[in-house]
């Protein structure tokens, strides 16, 4: 019989984040030796890589950095994912995670395959990816990053599970005088997940779009011809609403709109990100 104990199955598994039935044959395998049974691991996490590829991985965290510069701020945010939420709390895969976001904001890296050419260490991300999940024995995935810059960038990093890392993050950059309020709007964003700042920013082809279904539901619903301009004009506003961030009700106070709180500030939003895992 092995001599290993319910402790050091405990701490291993703690360290690799591994399964029960892994790290058990894995210290069986290695007579007791905690060091020799990772090496087991890790080596039997290299030669399932492959059949790997092809499992989801869905859980994970996000991460953000805000730094200082000449000209403003910077926050970055990057979204790295895993197989299980057992994994995802492990000390080992938050590593991974700290080292990825180090990479995004020393490499500038725009894009989830430029991050991984990125340099960590001495190695590409790509690389110390593939050796945490040999270790872990999942699927890993840095999924996204991105940047946004301004005079002053609130992070919001969000829990859905007390017990998990944050899986919702936002970065949000305001000027100067939005700084006041830009952390509530970071959590508004967090709640609501607009897909614009403002009207301008959504796309030509989707106001056309939203203008056309508009006009065909309430030609459908029988609506009299003279009356559908002002319907159509009524929906639009609605989609608005809904989706445009300066539009939304504003979370913390539904009477006011987000544009009506920067405007009691004399802010302005200049961009935002947000992620939310698997999403």
Do not use: C, W
């Not at 991984?116 to 024995?137: F, H, I, K, M, W």
């Amino acid at each position: 019989m092995a001599n290993y104990s319910v402790a050091d199955i405990k701490a291993l598994r703690e360290k690799t984040g591994a399964g029960m039935l892994d790290v058990k044959k894995a210290l069986e395998e290695a007579d007791g030796d905690a060091d020799k049974a990772l090496e087991i691991i890790r080596v039997k996490g290299l030669k399932g890589v492959g059949k790997r590829e092809g499992r989801a991985a869905s859980d994970g965290l996000v991460a953000a950095n805000v730094a200082t510069t000449a000209d403003g701020q910077v926050g970055v945010l990057v979204e790295v994912n895993s197989e299980t939420d057992f994994v995802a709390k492990s000390p080992v895969f938050i590593a991974l995670a700290d080292r990825v976001l180090a990479a995004a904001v020393a490499s500038g890296a725009e894009d989830a395959d430029a991050l991984l050419a990125a340099d960590s260490d001495g190695a590409p991300v790509r690389e110390v990816v593939t050796e945490t999940s040999a270790t872990l024995g999942e699927k890993l995935v840095v999924r996204r990053v991105a940047r946004v810059a301004g005079e002053h960038v609130e992070v919001y990093l969000h829990k859905v599970n007390k017990d998990l890392p944050p899986q919702v993050g936002v970065l949000v950059a305001t000027d100067a005088a939005g700084a006041s309020v830009a952390r509530d709007i970071a959590t508004h964003i967090a709640a609501y997940s607009p897909l614009y700042v403002n009207r301008d920013s959504v796309p030509e082809q989707v106001v056309a779009d939203e203008r056309r279904i508009a006009e065909e539901t309430a030609r459908n619903e029988g609506k009299p011809e003279a009356a559908l301009p002002k319907i159509v004009e009524g929906r639009l506003v609605g989609y608005y609403k809904e989706n445009v961030l300066l539009d939304q009700a504003f979370a913390r106070d539904a009477k006011k709109s987000v544009a009506q709180v920067l405007a009691e500030v004399g802010g302005t939003v200049t961009g935002y990100a947000r992620f939310r895992v698997g999403a």
